[in-house]
């Protein structure tokens, strides 16, 4: 192990909040969540405040002449990579000074609407309503809980027809999702509902899950912060994060929330990566509370390297929550796993003994139904799994034992007709938020990729290494799990050393005449499975 010596240059965040005393909550949980995920967090403290696990005493807010000192103090160090805004003070001291000081920054902010404490004892907030709206418009990641987007809409106090609409709307069904749009509608970007007390229909959520709801900027929305991350066709616009229930309750897990995903869009994450991660963090920060006598804890950040697989959500898409699906349990792992695109190639790794296989046949012929149908009968024979890459459909109609799903193909694909039949379903992966989206529909198996630099496409996502492969190998070790992306007999032993457990493999297992050797030497480091 190396020792550091020696300046580390780390992202660093700003937060604007206020302090609390009892470092539970505001500036203290900020920099907790900052020093846990490795983050630099300078901070400017609006308030002061007297506040323990039951609530807020006292506060005093400092005068604007010190809220711009701390503020030149801090820029005369550098620009952040993303600002984190807490609890404000109600009335026009600070929201019209702040509006003018974020003109000069470029970079994201992220906004936990802090209107009431939990406890009780915070004043409440009356903001200038046309000095919220631009607040609001400026903010990038907005994440209020749904009685706190409620009473963003209602401090608002339209005055004129252009707001009427939306928030009248919103008026007739107290949702997450009626709050998010109501908040769009007047130019907020992307919001974060967290919670899970309520759902769609408004009914009580179960005592199993709990739920944050996601909603990505409108294609139209200005968000130059994110003009490289916003979501592509083949991710969702709307989503919920789902996560299980933990049986206690813990004090500032919005400022550990807006904090962390700071974090993480300073460190460099996509925006969805980011939201996956600290919504991560947070539930375990809620599993580590420091406790507090009177049931009321308060969340305690810590390394995402210390979490477990139930510390990350699911990712489920909104119109499909209330219809659970879960495919087959592969009663043993992949091995090695061959992807294939003709009848000749397929047949000869089944002489050779691969463990499984993908039919992945990118340019079908006129007869691809009828080579199908024989890959299918072929691997049967043999008793190897077959998955049948993208075509669900022909999956179906074929009865084959799996199908392999993309990112973007698990938008069209019939999960619940795949379900039902008893196909077997792989989702290929690449980053923190699709494998949230992957074990939000309970799959047989999740890739991982790519490992290396593919050598038989193109991918516009970065090679995952090594560290980052064992790390997830180990966190999500309770499902069955393959990897890919440049995989060959000189490197397979590192890989198999993070255990996944399996690699999908293509161009070392190209139909050539050192087929057999290659194979050979893949198999000194992934042994054959035991025919069932």
């Known amino acids: 192990m190396s020792l550091i010596s020696g300046p580390v240059r780390r992202a660093k965040i700003w937060s604007i909040a206020a302090s609390d005393c009892s470092a539970g909550a505001g500036i203290q949980a900020d920099l907790t969540m900052a020093r846990a995920l490795d983050t630099d967090c300078a901070t400017l403290i609006c308030a002061i405040t007297a ?23 801090l820029n005369a160090d550098g620009w952040p990579q993303a600002i984190k805004i807490g609890w404000l003070p109600p009335g026009s001291l600070l929201l019209p000074w702040l509006l003018e000081k974020l003109q000069e920054y470029s970079g994201p902010v992220i906004w936990d609407p802090v209107l009431s404490a939990s406890q009780g004892g915070l004043p409440q907030a009356n903001w200038p309503p046309a000095a919220l709206l631009r607040l609001l418009q400026r903010v990038d990641v907005l994440t209020p809980n749904l009685a706190e987007a409620q009473a963003l809409l209602g401090l608002l106090q339209p005055q004129d027809d252009e707001y009427n609409r ?26 974060l509902i967290t919670g899970g007390d309520r759902d769609q229909a408004g009914r009580a959520e179960s005592e199993k899950w709990i739920q944050d709801t996601f909603f990505a900027a409108p294609p139209n929305a200005s968000a130059v912060a994110f003009s490289d991350q916003l979501p592509g066709p083949e991710l969702l616009r709307s989503f919920a994060f789902r996560h299980r229930r933990l049986p206690l309750q813990a004090h500032g897990t919005g400022c550990h929330l807006a904090s962390a995903i700071a974090c993480g869009l300073a460190q460099g994450y996509t925006l969805y990566d980011a939201l996956t991660r600290a919504v991560a963090a947070v539930r375990l920060a809620i599993r580590s509370a420091s406790e507090r006598a009177n049931g009321y804890h308060n969340a305690w950040a810590r390394p995402l390297n210390d979490s477990l697989a139930d510390d990350w959500p699911q990712v489920v898409p909104l119109q ?10 592969l009663p043993q792992p992949l091995g090695l796993y061959g992807l294939v695109d003709n009848l000749p190639h397929l047949k000869r790794l089944l002489a050779l003994g691969i463990d499984s296989l993908q039919w992945r046949v990118k340019n079908p012929a006129d007869d691809h139904k009828a080579q199908t149908a024989q890959a299918i009968r072929c691997a049967a024979e043999a008793n190897v799994p077959l998955f049948i890459n993208d075509d669900w459909e022909l999956a179906l109609e074929l009865g084959a034992l799996g199908v392999h799903l993309g990112q973007e193909d698990l938008l069209t694909a019939d999960l619940q007709a795949l379900a039902e039949a008893g196909i077997a379903l792989g989702i290929s992966t690449h980053s923190d938020w699709e494998i949230a989206r992957a074990r939000g529909v309970n ?44 995989i060959t007999a000189a490197n397979i032993a590192q890989v198999m050393a993070s255990g996944v457990g399996s690699v999908a493999i293509v161009t070392e297992l190209a139909d050539d005449e050192a087929l057999p050797q290659r194979l050979a030497d893949l198999r000194q480091c992934i042994p054959a499975l035991e025919k069932l």
């Open 51 to 73: 506040q323990n696990s039951q609530g807020v005493q006292a506060i005093e807010v400092l005068s604007r002449a010190m809220l711009e000192q701390q503020w030149q103090s």
């Open 166 to 191: 939306p928030l009248r709307d919103c008026a007739a069904t107290a949702t997450a999702t009626a709050s998010a749009a109501a908040l769009q509608a007047l130019g907020v970007k992307h919001v």
């Open 320 to 329: 499909h929550r209330a219809a659970a699906v879960h495919f087959p349990r």
């Open 443 to 486: 799959p047989s198996y999740i890739a991982f990729g790519p490992v290396f630099t593919p050598l038989s496409k193109v991918l516009r996502y970065q090679p995952l290494g090594t560290e980052v492969l064992t790390l997830w190998a180990t966190r999500f070790s309770d499902q069955r799990l393959t990897c890919i992306g440049g």
